[in-house]
């Protein structure tokens, strides 16, 4: 199993769950397979730019990247403003 991990602000839309253990061959598997995908990826399926992915604390560049059995993806969101 991979174990995503979402900030607190997504895991209040997803319920007040912010760990997810579930079977994904991709980063990009895993993340549409939570209930707050439609916040991660544009109408498009791009994944949105304030959104960061971690796979076993290494920032990755996109979410094509492979996953293996009990890698952890943590999502953090950018701080943007002014």
């Known amino acids: 199993m991979v174990v ?5 602000l997504l895991a209040r839309e997803a319920g007040g769950q912010g760990r997810f253990e579930l079977e994904a061959a991709t980063v990009r598997e895993a993340l ?15 994944l ?17 990247n492979a996953v293996e059995r009990d890698d952890e993806i943590r999502l953090v969101a950018a701080v943007a403003g002014g």
Request: charged share 25%; net charge negative; glycine share 2%.
């Open 4 to 8: 995503v991990l979402v900030p607190s």
């Open 32 to 46: 549409l397979q939570l209930p707050v995908r439609d916040l991660l990826f544009d109408d498009r399926s791009q």
């Open 48 to 64: 949105r730019p304030l959104v960061n992915v971690y796979v076993n604390r290494t920032q990755v560049d996109g979410v094509e």
